[in-house]
Structure formats: C-alpha cells, structure tokens
C-alpha cells in the first residue's frame, strides 16, 4: 500500500514538473502561431513616425543629419523656433539625465538642439547644436504633421525627434516624459546594436 502511495506520489510530481516547464511553451507557441501575439500591448511612450522620413530627401531638412554621428549612433534633437529658453534647457536636461543613466549605451545617444536662435550662454554639456532658419523649422513641424497622427489642436512646432545615423526620423515627442523616453531609447539601441 505504502509503495503505490509512493509510486503515485512520484508519478504527480513528475505531472507538475513537466507542466510547470511545458505549459509555457505551448502557450507561446498558440500565441505566436495564432497571431494573437502581435495584438499584445507593447507600450511606447514616443509616437512612432511611420513609414521613417528619410531627412536626406529633404533639402532644407539636410542640416540635421550632418550631425556627426557614427555607424550605430541616435541622436535625439529637441527642436524649438524661438531660441533655448526655460522650457527648453528643462527638456535639454531631461534629456541629458537619461543619456547618463543608459549605461553602456550612453556613448551612442547623443543630444542636440534644433533652434533658429541658439544663445552661446547656454551651459548645456556635450550638446550637437544645429541652428536653422525659420523655414527649416516650419518644413519639420510640416512633416511631423503629416506623418504622425495627433489632434488638430496639437501643436508639433516644438518636442524631441529620434534620428539615426542614416538621417531616418523615428519617434516624435511632444514633451519628455524622462521614464518613458528611458524605456523607448533602451530598447531602441539595445535592438540597434552592431556587433
């Protein structure tokens, strides 16, 4: 009797065991097959730009990919038509904070403004600025507009866009939420990484 308790005993764990290991794959497996795995929330935070603007084909939109990047490097430029006041430094800065908690992929982000004022007593560390006319400007907040969906009331004449080292624009946003920002830029480069 006691031998059959043992023999059943060992029998249920063996059950569990390959369940707890087995179920999971399975799982994912149904998930992956039925395509319902595509329809699982994945949270961004930025808004995507899609298809990519490829800032090349613009002429007047050329100056910010001249930004002396290397293979595998972002960069992430706020723009603002007026010159840097407090609203901007405060996004410069936000901006900077997440470039030095994103470890080892700290080196491949940079930081640049986009102003057709840029005021040289900014004491912004380590900062690409790129300074354009008004028109430069309008001609972004142009394609921002027709390529990104927000409401009619939005205004896309300031915010960071996400460059990369070919002069694709990725991601638009309207304010830096620095939690977010961390989330969409780690995996952007964790996904970008040339080995």
């Known amino acids: 009797m006691n031998q059959k308790k043992t023999s059943q005993h060992k029998r249920l764990m063996l059950i569990f065991l390959v369940s707890i290991f087995v179920l999971p794959i399975i799982i994912a497996k149904i998930l992956i097959d039925t395509g319902m795995a595509r329809d699982l929330a994945t949270e961004q935070y930025g808004i995507i730009i899609e298809p990519a603007v ?23 430029i706020y723009f603002e038509p007026d010159g840097c006041q407090k609203e901007c430094q405060r996004e410069i800065s936000a901006l900077q904070d997440v470039k030095k908690v994103l470890g080892k992929d700290s080196d491949r982000l940079k930081i640049g403004l986009f102003t057709s004022k840029f005021d040289s007593t900014l ?11 008004r028109g430069e400007l309008e001609e972004l907040k142009k394609i921002l ?5 927000l409401s009619k ?38 996904g970008s990484r040339i080995r």
Request: charged fraction near 25%; avoid cysteine; glycine fraction near 8%.
């Open 54 to 76: 490829d800032l090349n084909a613009s002429e007047s939109l050329k100056p910010l990919t001249k930004n002396g990047l290397a293979p595998s490097e972002w960069i992430s």
């Open 123 to 133: 004491e912004l560390e380590q900062l690409v600025t790129l300074v354009g006319g």
């Open 145 to 149: 507009s027709e390529n990104i969906e």
């Open 153 to 190: 009331d939005h205004d896309t004449s300031r915010g960071v866009v996400v460059i990369d080292w070919r002069g694709y624009m990725m991601l638009y946003y309207p304010v830096v939420d620095q939690y977010g920002f961390k989330k969409d830029i780690s995996k952007l480069l964790r």
